[in-house]
């Protein structure tokens, strides 16, 4: 499967299958599976197949226990083939189902070594092998990541405006109050986002990472500041320039389609809001070192970044997982540690800031996959059930990584030396 499987076409949901007997050898990575599964604490899971139903992991686990439907017994093999991101492939071709994905989810964060005991098998190693090289040609470079961004942010406004709100910002919220609309929520964290820096009117504003322009029209139509935005989407870019003139705001915002790399200038703040996971790994050091060259002394940069528990980022590297290799290809996500340490080694910039609010992104997940469930007509039009699933699966992945605290997102804020 190659590019994004968030823009499947409908087919067969696997479900025709449902009473299917497993072959021999079907049978014997069933039983594989289910014996590691045994290993589950945290809760359990009670799953139905077309050979009964069996419970493992302990029923009495804080999370208690998970239905699962096991629709095709070719799920047994995407599993044993795939590990972790096997199971999703078989979930969006309809292979099995759970009315509580966010839960499993969360269940097999917690109990990360069973999740790590089903992915890493002798079965598995050759597909990993695979994936690891295509994750190689996925590289960050200037060509590699205007093909990233496009497989995602180019699959069509029409999806995203479906379930984004109407400043269409496709980043975490930030919540006041359990009932606060996601509109709100967005534009709190947009003047959130301009406080950090300090932003004030006049101030010249370097954004990395344009999206569809809401944070540059809010630093330029709230804030006042004289805005210089760049993206490398060529359908973000267009649509961002017309909602800013829509919006008069035309001669205070300038919108580039440039990669990162080659921006020239200087300016007083910086902004970037969940771009950094973009830019690879191994590119981390070149991007920081960017945005402290863009700085004059003194200057202040502002990051909103998912991250992830530093303890699990080494892994997280090796391993590609569904998110990697269907929503965001060539995409990794930093750890704190590993964003201040490369920001030390190789700028003048200095950490003075750092706040995580993962559990607003949790909320925000669950909000765009209520959405997306709760009235799926303009994804079940462009690719049927499968469509549908992919998203489920994608925000619900997302879900209970933050609800377990697993990733995290964080506002940091740098100062460059001087001034």
């Known amino acids: ?6 823009i499947a076409e ?40 077309a050979l009964g139903e069996t419970t493992v992991g302990d029923p009495a686990g804080p999370l208690g226990t998970v239905a699962m439907d096991v629709l095709d017994p070719e799920f047994w093999s995407a599993v044993a083939a795939g590990g972790d991101l096997g199971a999703g492939e078989a979930f969006v071709a309809g292979q099995w189902r759970c009315p509580e994905l966010v839960r499993l989810m969360q269940l097999f964060v917690r109990d990360r070594g069973v999740l790590l005991g089903v992915h890493e098998t002798i079965w ?18 200037r060509g590699g990541s205007k093909r990233n961004i496009a497989d995602h942010y180019d699959l069509g406004d029409d999806l995203f405006a479906h379930f984004l709100d109407p400043t269409m910002t496709y980043s975490s919220a930030w919540f006041e109050r359990p009932d606060q609309s996601l509109q709100e929520a967005q534009q709190h964290k947009l003047r959130r986002l301009c406080r950090l820096v300090d932003l004030q009117p006049g101030d010249r504003l370097l954004e990395i990472g344009t999206g569809w322009g809401s944070l540059a ?16 989407s060529q359908n973000q870019h267009d649509r961002a320039r017309q909602r800013i003139a829509d919006a008069g705001l035309g001669g ?20 970037s809001c969940e771009m950094i996971e973009a830019v690879g790994a191994r590119f981390l050091p070149k991007y920081l070192q960017v945005c402290a060259q863009r700085l004059r002394p003194g200057g202040v940069l502002g990051l909103q970044a998912i991250t992830i528990a530093h303890q699990h980022y080494a892994e997280a590297l090796r391993m590609v997982d569904y998110i990697r290799r269907h929503v965001f290809p060539g995409s990794f996500i930093p750890s704190i540690q590993a964003i201040a340490e490369a920001a030390s080694a190789h700028t003048d910039l200095r950490l003075e800031y750092c706040e995580d609010f993962g559990h607003h992104y949790a909320t925000t997940l669950q ?18 059930e499968p469509l549908v699933r992919a998203w489920e699966y994608y925000f619900a992945y997302c879900e209970a990584g933050f609800r377990e605290r697993h990733i995290g997102v964080a506002h940091l804020r740098f100062r460059r030396a001087g001034g």
């Open 367 to 384: 909000r765009w996959r209520e959405t997306v469930l709760g009235s799926p007509g303009p994804f079940l039009q462009r690719g049927g």
């Open 124 to 141: 598995s190693l050759p597909r990993r092998w695979l994936l690891r090289a295509g994750q190689w040609l996925r590289r960050n470079s």
């Open 10 to 49: 409908a087919r067969d949901d696997g479900q025709s299958g449902a009473r299917r007997q497993p072959t021999t050898t079907q049978r014997l990575l069933r039983g594989g599976i289910l014996a590691r599964l045994r290993g589950l604490r945290s809760g359990a899971i009670r799953l139905r197949d």
């Open 217 to 232: 029209m809010c630093a330029a139509g709230e804030f006042g500041a004289q805005v210089t935005t760049t993206t490398i």
């Open 252 to 271: 205070k915002v300038a919108v580039l389609r440039q990669d990162y790399r080659d921006l020239q200038g200087t300016f007083d703040k910086l902004l």
């Open 1 to 6: 499967m190659s590019g994004s499987i968030l």
